[in-house]
């Protein structure tokens, strides 16, 4: 777990109606085959293998089922991976929104929502970009500002390997998904930021 959001190994996956796991190994989309942009992507971060680190995973799985049942996989798209990297970059042209959920360790319960922006501060010799860094490589591979974006971090205690989500993490990602649930019910900058303020000022008060 990390203080902030710190990425690792992308996971393979298949795709689904408004979703997407792991770009590696990812099939090809036949060029005949038109894609619909979604106005919003959700990034879910993490390893299932570890602990409370499945917190992104277990937030993935919870908001596919929720896009589906609410009919909103036009409005979403989700992705879930190990770690963000540079080609994650791509998946913001066209938004007009981007999320980024991850676990960690010094956040405080049940979890920190608030809006981000680019960082010049990339590490070239890791694979593993934050989501300010992901950010900033839109800004220099685009030639002009990313999508307004946001980072949810959950709180989890421990990442083991091995070890199965515990149940404090499993409540606070129950808080966590019910947050999402709102945003993807109001997909427009001003019911974000205000969102993000009722978070930060319950954050101060607790």
Request: contains cysteine; hydrophobic residues 40%; aromatic residues 4%.
């Amino acid at each position: 777990l990390r203080p902030l959001p710190v990425l690792r190994h992308a996971r393979a996956g298949q795709d689904a109606a408004g979703s997407r796991t792991g770009r590696s190994g990812r099939p090809g989309r036949s060029f005949a085959e038109p894609r619909m942009i979604a106005p919003v992507v959700i990034f879910a971060v993490g390893n299932p293998s570890r602990g409370d680190d499945a917190i992104g995973p277990e937030c993935y799985g919870r908001l596919e089922k929720m896009l589906k049942n609410e009919i909103l996989a036009n409005v979403v798209e989700l992705i879930e991976d190990f770690q963000l990297q540079i080609e994650h970059a791509l998946d913001l042209h066209g938004r007009q929104l981007a999320l980024f959920i991850d676990a960690g360790v010094d956040t405080p319960a049940p979890y920190v929502f608030e809006r981000i922006l680019p960082s010049p501060a990339i590490a070239h010799t890791s694979h593993a970009l934050s989501p300010r860094a992901v950010l900033q490589v839109y800004r220099q591979t685009e030639g002009g500002e990313p999508p307004p974006a946001f980072v949810l971090c959950v709180r989890g205690e421990r990442c083991e390997l091995g070890e199965a989500l515990s149940g404090e993490a499993t409540g606070r990602v129950e808080a966590a998904v019910g947050l999402v649930t709102e945003l993807c019910r109001q997909p427009g900058l001003p019911a974000w930021e205000q969102l993000a303020g009722q978070a930060s000022k319950a954050v101060i008060n607790s």
